[in-house]
């Protein structure tokens, strides 16, 4: 049986982070079961970047996607996150989380183009770190801004890291 639409979604923002995080240098596993909330780490082994504090720094990820329409003129993405995920991002943790939203087309079939030099992949992610945020009152779903200058790639990840192996607040 073919995925549905949102399994699609889910694998293709997973399959984004582990590109993003191999070409930064680091590895990612992927928990045995998704109950807290964290669907793939990003790991790094050693020491990584400078005035580091401790050794392996690790940033635990909560993967989605959508086909939301992104404005050009908004700073901001705006994304409908389960208040599960809210709840559970939102905590203190030992490893710090983050959110990784990725944008995709409405069109399954241009989600991706490859040819013998390139494999493209339509549209980015964005992340943020909700630790700290307040409770809300909302049954479902809270609708989360998060900044457009916060891309997902290989200089945000590593500076994640280097901020994490610092002890430093996401």
Not at 64 to 90: G, M
């Amino acid at each position: 049986m073919p995925l549905t639409l949102n399994h699609k979604k889910e694998q293709l923002s997973i399959a984004y982070i582990r590109a993003v995080a191999a070409a930064a240098g680091f590895s990612c596993t992927k928990p045995d079961v998704d109950d807290d909330s964290v669907d793939i780490m990003i790991s790094c082994s050693g020491t990584f970047g400078d005035n580091a504090l401790m050794r392996s720094p690790r940033i635990e990820v909560q993967a989605k996607a959508t086909a939301a329409e992104l404005r050009p003129e908004s700073e901001s993405v705006k994304f409908s996150l389960p208040v599960k995920n809210y709840e559970d991002l939102r905590g203190i943790t030992l490893v710090p989380r983050i959110l990784v939203v990725m944008l995709v087309p409405e069109e399954v079939e241009t989600w991706i183009e490859q040819n013998e030099n390139h494999m493209m992949v339509r549209r980015c992610a964005y992340w943020i770190s909700l630790q700290g945020r307040p409770e809300t009152d909302n049954a479902s779903a809270i609708t989360i801004d998060i900044p457009r200058h916060q891309t997902f790639n290989v200089a945000s990840v590593q500076s994640l890291m280097e901020r994490v192996a610092r002890r430093e607040p996401l």
